[in-house]
T-cell receptor, first 113, second 108 residues
Framework: DVKVTQSSRYLVKRTGEKVFLECVQD?????MFWYRQDPGLGLRLIYF???????EKGDIPEGYSVSREKKERFSLILESASTNQTSMYLC????????????FGPGTRLTVL | QKEVEQNSGPLSVPEGAIASLNCTYS??????FFWYRQYSGKSPELIMF????GDKEDGRFTAQLNKASQYVSLLIRDSQPSDSATYLC????????FGAGTRLTVKP
């Protein structure tokens, strides 16, 4: 079974704090993704990575950065958290083929006060 | 126009009925189509994928794809209360695009 894990299920931070969200997958997937999910807006892609040390911006990269130092680990960084970054953050991974599905982690619900 | 559109619902059907969920997409180059189910507070889980025009059946679920009309649907036969969830349509070309989801409620 594919397993994608995320470091926290719930996180509460204060405005201006630096926040790290970690994602680990155990299936040797090339691709890893970070999404945020908000009511009525669906899943929106923040960043993705096709290989180690490689990253690409998604639809809403502003205010975020990522790091992929190892194939199995993809980190999302909020440099200075703001209240509009309160959301559910979902990590996903997949093999490289266009036909391959994405497998999701359990999600991290981040609240920024 | 959104790249992947779904009726947000809520869609309510009685137990045992057929639930029909619809999705349209704008990218004609899309090659892979997926349906995910998401229970409240949980992450999406894959239930069906389809690549070719026509129908694909898996148990109580049938995915239907019409590339000419840029339309993909999911039918759930003999709906159960446990099917109550939000269903996300996803379409993949170079990257994956998700619809906002349709909330389905199956009433006992």
């Amino acid at each position: 079974d594919v397993k994608v894990t995320q470091s926290s299920r719930y996180l509460v931070k204060r405005t201006g704090e630096k926040v790290f969200l970690e994602c680990v997958q155990d299936m040797d997937h090339e691709n890893m993704f970070w999404y945020r999910q908000d009511p009525g807006l669906g899943l929106r892609l923040i960043y993705f990575s096709y290989d180690v040390k490689m990253k690409e911006k998604g639809d809403i990269p502003e205010g975020y950065s990522v790091s992929r130092e190892k194939k199995e680990r993809f980190s999302l960084i909020l440099e200075s958290a703001s209240t509009n970054q309160t959301s559910m953050y979902l990590c996903a991974s997949s093999f490289g083929s266009l036909r391959d599905t994405q497998y999701f982690g359990p999600g991290t619900r981040l609240t920024v006060l | 126009q959104k790249e992947v559109e779904q009726n947000s619902g809520p869609l309510s059907v009685p137990e045992g009925a057929i639930a029909s969920l619809n999705c349209t997409y704008s990218d004609r180059g899309s090659q892979s189509f997926f349906w995910y189910r998401q229970y409240s507070g949980k992450s999406p889980e894959l239930i069906m994928f389809i690549y070719s025009n026509g129908d694909k059946e898996d148990g109580r679920f049938t995915a239907q794809l019409n590339k000419a009309s840029q339309y993909v649907s999911l039918l759930i036969r003999d709906s159960q209360p446990s099917d109550s969830a939000t269903y996300l349509c996803a379409v993949r070309n170079n990257d994956m695009r998700f619809g906002a989801g349709t909330r389905l409620t199956v009433k006992p």
